[in-house]
């Protein structure tokens, strides 16, 4: 999720910590209301000491990881590339299901927030540009990425999306065992597949340029990864749905059927399980 050349989205870096401030204010408020909504409930969860003016009170602190957030987002003049509205969307879903597993196509300048979105929760970043994750990597060290190599052009999309339309593409199993080539086999650390992510996040590879990877396998593998869970369902993000690629790429592949909701160029899908009820079409008719 690199910047991207064009002009800049306007976006006022005071509504991000406020944004935050309200996010970590509900966090301590749910926490203090499940502590003591039943006494059953204290024997088994730690409750906080007696105030003791000689002792450092450590309930309710903000974490770490988002005071760290914060931070950074008050005095960095660098924001994210998404839009406050399009941030609105993935947070309504990251309150509801956080702690979760969240995967995110991308590395950028907004990581931070995704992490800090999921707090407790795993976050991992997949990057095809090694110099940029080192770049990231030096500005915040407690994000997990790896890099991802992909074999794809943008210029070559078309044809990508007539192949996927073949009986071997609509069939739901483990990515690394697809016979569909727009599946990523290989080309993901062992641990990503292992996983059932309940997030994913679409922002990345480049495919703004004829000549760069595009997104091509990115979404169809989430949607495969979505369909290939155990159980319940998987909360699709995909950005900059203006483009062609992204735009055709999702509605075929994530199906329209399933589009939950779209926010200026971030489209939400939400793909459940094809494991519990066998015989369930790639999209729903």
């Known amino acids: 999720m690199k910047t991207k050349p064009k002009s800049p989205i306007p976006f006022k870096p005071i509504l991000l910590i406020t944004f935050f401030l309200l996010f970590i204010l509900l966090i301590i408020f749910l926490t203090s209301s499940s502590s003591s909504s039943s006494p059953s409930s204290h024997a088994n969860l730690p409750s906080c000491p007696p105030p003791q003016p000689t002792s450092d009170q450590t309930c309710n602190k903000i974490p770490p990881p988002i005071a760290e957030t914060l931070v950074h987002y ?5 924001t994210p590339q998404q839009t406050y509205k399009e941030i609105s969307v993935s947070l309504r879903v990251l309150t509801k299901k956080s702690p979760c597993n969240f995967l995110v196509f991308g590395l950028g300048y907004d990581s931070l927030m995704w992490a800090g979105l ?10 095809e540009d090694r110099s940029w994750i080192k770049q990231i990597q030096d500005l915040f060290p407690t994000l997990v990425s790896y890099h991802v190599v992909y074999d794809t052009k943008v210029a070559h999309a078309a044809d990508l999306l007539e192949m996927g339309r073949r009986e071997e593409c609509q069939a739901v199993g483990d990515p690394r065992a697809s016979g569909c080539e727009l599946a990523l086999k290989g080309e993901l650390p062992e641990e990503i597949y292992e996983v059932d992510w309940d997030v994913i996040m679409v922002d990345a590879p480049t495919g703004y340029h004829d000549g760069a990877p595009g997104r091509m396998k990115a979404i169809y593998t989430a949607g495969l990864m979505g369909r290939n869970r155990a159980e319940g369902a998987t909360e699709v993000f995909v950005h ?22 779209q926010e200026g160029r971030l489209r939400h899908f939400t793909i459940p399980s094809h494991r519990t009820r066998l015989g369930r079409p790639f999209c729903p008719t």
């Open 240 to 261: 900059d749905v203006d483009r062609v690629v992204e735009d055709e790429f999702s509605k075929v592949f994530l199906c329209e059927g399933y589009m939950t909701e």
């Open 74 to 78: 008050a005095t960095s003049n660098i």
């Open 118 to 127: 999921n707090h407790g929760g795993r976050t991992v970043f997949l990057e």
